[in-house]
């Protein structure tokens, strides 16, 4: 759901973005695609009073490595046991239908990690995209080698990618990346 927000300056995940946080954004996206959404969190208090799970099944999964993403997705795979569709609370601008079109392509794939890519600039945003569940013990034994990045465990598996407008995949890292959003 989030790292520490550093760059951001505060706990970015709570931005107003079009009269909502930016992490209910996520979750409306995610929830339209799912009717069961997994959230990762490092600490578990984090966010579960103001996540709504009346309308939707909402589980909230502890990150107890604390080490980004792939400790997120490590304790969601492990949770689950199931391939899970990842989508970065700092993604908002990604659209439900492509959401559905990814998850539709990485059905007929066999590839580790389907991701989407950016069409105009061809980079590539691993937090959205459908990890496999057989991914966890190769997850596990990179984090527990002292690794963490996520592009640094990508070079190792086989990967598939859906061309998504580079609009969707607008990062929001610092306060400014919000004029970014339109």
Known sequence: MGGASVRFGRD????DIGGMPMYMRV????????????????NQEDLILELDTTERSIAVIHDRRLVGPLGGIEAVLS???????????DL?????RTLLQLSEHALRSDADVFVARARESGRIQPLCGVWSARLLSDITDYLDAGR???????????????????????????????????
């Open 148 to 182: 963490r990045s996520v592009h640094g465990l990508l070079d190792s598996l086989s990967i598939a990618f859906m061309d998504v407008p580079e609009s969707e995949l607008i990062n929001i890292n610092r306060p400014r990346d919000l004029d970014l959003l339109t």
């Open 27 to 42: 979750l409306d996206t995610l929830a339209a695609v799912s009717p069961h959404v997994n959230v990762s969190l490092a």
């Open 92 to 96: 908002p601008a990604l659209k439900t």
């Open 12 to 15: 970015k995940r709570s931005q």
């Open 79 to 89: 949770a689950r046991k199931s391939d899970q569709l990842v989508l970065a609370v």
